[in-house]
């Protein structure tokens, strides 16, 4: 997808996280009141954040989730379940219904194998996982759920434990039983 973002001064910001985070080192408006940015404290590793303001367009789908900071919310790329997913999301979808350009049959599959992958750590917002319809033992006759990601199913001739894929991955793995 293209993106257009606006490389920005991190004396320009809105806000001063500098305690919470560290130093800003590089920063993006990617649309109006979100910010991509990289930050990194004295003696370690640089680390990357999202920053959504009150507001900008998605705050109110994304409000639930991230660190609450006055006027803003933070959501740090290295906690799996910070909802990070969730601002990645919602961009595409603002970018999307902004230009119709970017809506192709390939970004709307992308979009879909993200929301996929991302159901597996927030499945209160995305929706737990489908059991699979279909089996390599043929058609799901019955199943019951593991977890969010793993199903055990009864099938026409056997009887599976479906997983669903990591990191975005085309396919299921199956396990007979």
């Known amino acids: 997808m293209a993106i257009e973002e606006e490389y920005l001064s991190p004396e320009k910001l809105p806000f001063d996280l500098t305690r919470e985070i560290g130093a800003v080192k590089s920063v993006q408006e990617l649309v109006p009141g979100v910010y991509y940015l990289s930050a990194q404290k004295e003696n370690c590793a640089a680390e990357n954040f999202y920053v959504v303001m009150e507001y900008a367009v998605i705050f109110s789908a994304v409000s639930r989730y991230g660190h609450p900071h006055s006027g803003l919310r933070l959501y740090a790329l290295n906690e799996d379940a910070g909802g990070w997913r969730i601002v990645e999301y919602e961009l595409s979808k603002c ?67 479906g997983m669903y894929p990591e990191a975005g991955e085309d396919f299921l793995l199956f396990l007979r039983n």
């Open 95 to 161: 970018r999307m219904s902004h230009n119709r350009e970017l809506i192709t049959e390939e970004t709307e599959r992308e979009f879909h194998r993200v929301a996929l992958f991302a159901a597996g750590y927030h499945p209160e917002y995305f929706g737990e996982y489908p059991v699979p319809t279909r089996t390599p033992g043929g058609y799901t006759l019955c199943h019951r759920k593991l977890e969010n990601y793993l199903s055990r199913s009864k099938a026409e001739r056997d009887e599976v434990i």
